[in-house]
């Protein structure tokens, strides 16, 4: 079973940026189209970026712009760093694969605060 590690999250204030990172057990991220997704308190979890294996990415209308999704195939690693972040980009930041999604990692706490 792939087990997913969410790392990079912080608090900071609105305008700030951060990168968050994303490592599974074993090297086989390299293998998948991947996704960031976030969970905000009391709402259901979204995707906001998705990256193909082959490196297109997509993103949802929310964060265009703003956030870019990146993977590193030498290191199996997935990266999506985050600029201007606002306070309703406060959430549990996720990632996993797109489509057929894995067990959920512990996630990575954003909060963009004031």
């Known amino acids: 079973q792939v087990q997913l590690m969410e790392s990079g999250g912080n608090l900071l204030q609105p305008g700030g940026s951060l990168r968050l990172s994303c490592a599974a057990s074993?090297?086989?991220?390299?293998?998948?189209?991947m996704g960031w997704y976030r969970q905000a308190p009391g709402k259901q979890r979204e995707p906001v970026a998705t990256?193909?294996?082959?490196?297109?990415?997509g993103y949802a209308a929310s964060v265009k712009g703003r956030f870019t999704i990146s993977r590193d195939n030498a290191k199996d690693t997935v990266y999506l760093q985050m600029n201007k972040l606002k306070p309703e980009d406060t959430a549990v930041y996720y990632c996993?694969?797109?489509?057929?999604?894995?067990?959920w990692g512990q996630g990575t706490q954003v909060t963009v605060s004031s």
């Open positions: 996993n694969r797109w489509g057929a999604l894995w067990r």
């Open positions: 074993g090297s086989i991220l390299r293998m998948y189209d």
């Open positions: 990256i193909s294996s082959d490196g297109v990415a």
